[in-house]
């Protein structure tokens, strides 16, 4: 079996698996980093969102093999204690019902505000809305994106 070479929450690992193995499986299965949830598994639902070379993607899209020399970040390395500006703000906006999304919309919201640290709502409603939320939060996952916006920008 192959193996792989893979940088992830800034850690180096090496991983035998084959080329086309999502890197989903890869993550939660090789790795156990679990907090990359499974959804859909056709990217419609962005619950396995993680950020890759500073952009959200989904993890059941992205083969193994396709993510040697990339740099992975998922919801345990968005920050080591729970202190980065989106998981303070999902935190103090009470976003969470069921929490199965979240690690999805936690990364999507991260990304976009690496890239734009004063996205308007019309960015905001476009980029949050390829994470789907069966518990309907969105006016929450909002309200956590301005305090996120106003923690960043202090």
């Known amino acids: 079996m192959p193996s792989f070479s893979l940088h992830v929450n800034n850690k ?11 890197l989903l499986w890869v993550l939660r299965d090789l790795l156990d980093l679990t907090g990359t949830k499974y959804g859909c598994g056709v990217a419609s639902c962005g619950a396995c969102t993680v950020m890759m070379d500073g952009n959200a993607v989904y993890s ?18 968005l920050s080591e ?3 980065h500006p989106v998981q303070k703000a999902w935190q103090q906006a009470a976003v969470p019902q069921c929490g199965y999304c979240q690690p999805g919309q936690m990364m999507t919201a991260a990304a976009l505000l690496g890239k ?11 980029e949050m809305s390829k994470n789907l939320c069966r518990c ?19």
């Open 12 to 22: 180096d690992y090496t991983v035998e698996a084959e080329a086309d193995m999502p």
């Open 116 to 126: 734009n640290k004063r996205p308007s709502d019309e960015v905001i409603s476009s």
């Open 60 to 77: 059941c899209q992205r083969t193994v093999g396709s993510c040697v020399n990339k740099k992975i970040i998922t919801i345990e390395g």
């Open 136 to 154: 309907g939060t969105y006016h929450r996952i909002k309200e956590a994106m301005h305090i996120a916006i106003e923690e960043i920008n202090k």
């Open 81 to 83: 204690n729970g202190t």
